[in-house]
């Protein structure tokens, strides 16, 4: 069956212009997660949205990222004024309910020139 | 203390050998654990559970130490397509979404 689907697989772009990021999780996943994987780094942790629940949003950087996830399926992740420090690989998950194993997208390598 | 620490390696080992990896974590409440293989370049795709009982799937094993706070990935007849990156995850509290994940633990196989 399909993946998690993320688009762009890459995206090079000025400093301070703004990127739009997109996630498709696996059909049926209420479970879905944004994760940051800078070069030989550990992934850290963005936002998780649940169903129809509130996301958690305590691991955005700064209010210049922001995230979207529209009828409990397809997610958008976007950074405003992108800086040279936001470049890294934007991973997405999903997975069936939160207390199950997430599975994840090929990414977003995102580069601020 | 890292809520999850790993070894970074690498661990160099020959084809065929038998080669272990422990992950400690700090959350002794902790519930959750699992492995994740991590490629360069790639994305995370999920090894396998980790089971209090311990749980193996064909060359590997995996066990959990409440005790000691820590679980632990042993890979036997080591094969070259093992070589990758080691990710532990661990949720710390029953329930919740927030997963940890380790840093990893490079692993090279040697033909």
């Known amino acids: 069956g399909a993946g998690v689907s993320q688009s762009p697989s890459n995206k090079v772009t000025e400093k301070g212009k703004d990127v739009e990021l997109r996630c498709d999780p696996i059909s049926g996943h209420t479970a879905l997660y944004w994760y940051r994987q800078s070069l030989g780094q550990g992934l850290e942790f963005l936002i998780y949205?649940?169903?129809?629940?509130?996301?958690?949003k305590s691991g955005l950087p700064s209010d210049r990222f922001s995230a979207e996830r529209t009828g409990g399926s397809v997610s958008t992740l976007t950074i405003q004024r992108t800086q040279q420090e936001d470049s890294a690989v934007y991973l997405c998950?999903?997975?069936?309910?939160?207390?199950?194993?997430?599975?994840f997208g090929d990414g977003t390598r995102l580069s601020i020139l | 203390r890292k809520e999850v620490e790993q070894d970074p390696g690498p661990f160099n080992v020959p084809e065929g050998a038998t080669v272990a990896f422990n992950c400690t974590y700090s959350?002794?409440?902790?519930?959750?654990f699992f492995w994740y293989r991590q490629d360069c370049r790639k994305e995370p795709k999920l090894l396998m559970s980790v089971y209090s009982s311990g749980n193996e799937d064909g060359r590997f094993t995996a066990q959990l130490n409440r005790a000691s706070q820590y679980i632990s990935l042993l890979i036997r007849d080591s094969k070259l397509s093992d070589s990758a990156t080691y990710l532990c995850v661990v949720n710390p509290t029953s329930g919740t979404y927030k997963y940890i994940f380790g840093t990893g633990t490079r692993l090279k196989v040697l033909a």
């Open positions: 959350n002794s409440a902790s519930q959750s």
């Open positions: 998950a999903s997975s069936p309910d939160r207390f199950q194993p997430q599975h």
């Open positions: 949205f649940q169903g129809n629940s509130a996301p958690d």
